[in-house]
């Protein structure tokens, strides 16, 4: 299995960036990943009062994949998601959902053990790692690893998770994919801005999805379509991932426009993934709805 290591970080997704490993669809990799601040956050010292000077969220990669054309889509599954030993998280003053009821910046390490967050001494809970920055390459501009869009990117979706196939549009030879920003632990939404961010190593298979013409990235689970969206407001981003839900129902169960969106009202779940900072990072949602 070909190891993706954490030297390789960067903080854009773009197609000028030239690709680490070159690989064939059916690839198994380990993409080792940094937390969020690039592992600068050393002790509860270190305040999140500053932007890194690199940036935010790195993410490991590129990839090139083999047979990758423009219009194809990549089916990346999660096998396993491995975390650090500690993680850390934090507020800050006038930011995030709270952020008018923060006086001082404040920072918390957690240590990780035995499948288990220690947030305090009286307060443990299980893990739940996703991924929070997964994507390809954007045809035009390169997009910064804090922002989301239809090539993937900063999501900060929890389903993103172990056994998840996560479908990405193919949007330059290549896809060069990065992975990266794991989280032990995010409610959804993201209240504060920062999850229990962890450095990990995440364990994909690459397959390829030959003439797929995805408009934006959506998740297989064994139970469950999950469909992406993203926009200035939350309203805006749940409309995109009902829209993308509608056009997958009309396509895989023949239904029309009026039964599909019906269909979605009674049993689709919308739910929240990032609504922190919209002014700074556009608000993202996903639309859940069982396989029938």
């Not at 669809?25 to 305040?47: C, H």
């Amino acid at each position: 299995m070909l190891r993706i290591t954490r030297d390789t970080i960067h903080y854009a997704l773009d197609k000028a960036r030239a690709p680490v490993a070159v690989v064939d669809p059916g690839a198994e990799l380990l993409f080792e990943t940094w937390d969020a601040r690039t592992g600068t956050i050393r002790s509860e010292r270190d305040l999140l009062d500053a932007p890194h000077p690199d940036g935010p969220n790195p993410a490991t990669g590129p990839v090139f994949v083999r047979g990758a054309d423009p219009g194809d889509a990549l089916a990346v599954q999660i096998l396993d998601i491995a975390l650090g030993t500690r993680g850390y998280t934090g507020t800050r003053p006038g930011q995030g959902v709270l952020g008018h009821t923060i006086a001082a910046h404040r920072t918390r390490l957690c240590e990780i053990a035995d499948g288990m967050v220690v947030f305090n001494d009286r307060i443990r809970f299980p893990v739940r790692p996703m991924v929070g920055v997964i994507g390809t390459a954007p045809p035009g501009e390169g997009i910064g690893t804090l922002h989301p869009g239809p090539h993937g990117g900063n999501m900060d979706h929890n389903d993103v998770r172990v056994g998840a196939r996560v479908h990405l549009p193919v949007f330059v030879p290549g896809a060069l994919l990065s992975i990266g920003d794991v989280h032990a632990s995010m409610g959804d939404g993201e209240i504060s801005i920062t999850a229990l961010e962890v450095a990990g190593e995440v364990r994909v298979r690459v397959d390829l999805e030959k003439d797929a013409a995805l408009r934006r990235p959506w998740i297989d689970l064994p139970d469950s379509w999950i469909t992406t969206g993203d926009g200035p407001t939350i309203a805006d981003a749940i409309r995109v991932a009902a829209e993308e839900m509608a056009r997958l129902l009309m396509g895989r169960l023949g239904l029309s426009a009026d039964d599909a969106y019906m269909l979605l009202s009674i049993r689709g779940d919308a739910r929240v993934s990032q609504c922190a900072e919209p002014a700074v990072v556009a608000a993202t949602a996903r639309m859940v709805m069982p396989r029938l």
